[in-house]
């Protein structure tokens, strides 16, 4: 599935960009790197943009021992899992990004948290 087809507002390239393949119709390896690398910029921005909702919640979060939610942690997963099977993503691949994604999140977090309130 390509997401900029479904959500226009996602898509650095312009619609004009002669450049732009569908993985169907990729005919050379640059065609299929140009691709990986445009989605990349886009997961980058995406990933900057979740960032900023870690960041606030560091900053919302009374105590530290929040920060860490087993059951949470969880939740998106499952979310994510099923998100992956709905859109085509194999959640073989989908699960370890989403877990190693969610550690760095808390580690950032926790750092975060110990910023504004001076713990640690």
Request: charged share 40%.
């Amino acid at each position: 599935m390509d997401i900029a087809n479904q959500r226009p507002d996602l898509d650095p390239e312009p619609a004009d960009d002669a450049r732009r393949r569908t993985a169907a119709n990729c005919e050379t390896m640059q065609d299929v790197r140009y691709e990986i690398d445009r989605i990349d910029e886009l997961i980058v921005e995406l990933l900057a943009e979740r960032q900023g909702y870690i960041e606030a919640a560091g900053r919302i979060k009374p105590n530290r021992g929040d920060v860490r939610d087993p059951a949470r942690i969880e939740d998106v997963v499952g979310k994510v899992i099923e998100a992956s099977k709905r859109l085509g993503l194999s959640p073989a691949i989908a699960e370890p990004v989403w877990r190693t994604l969610i550690e760095q999140c808390i580690a950032h977090e926790f750092d975060v948290f110990d910023r504004e309130t001076g713990e640690r």
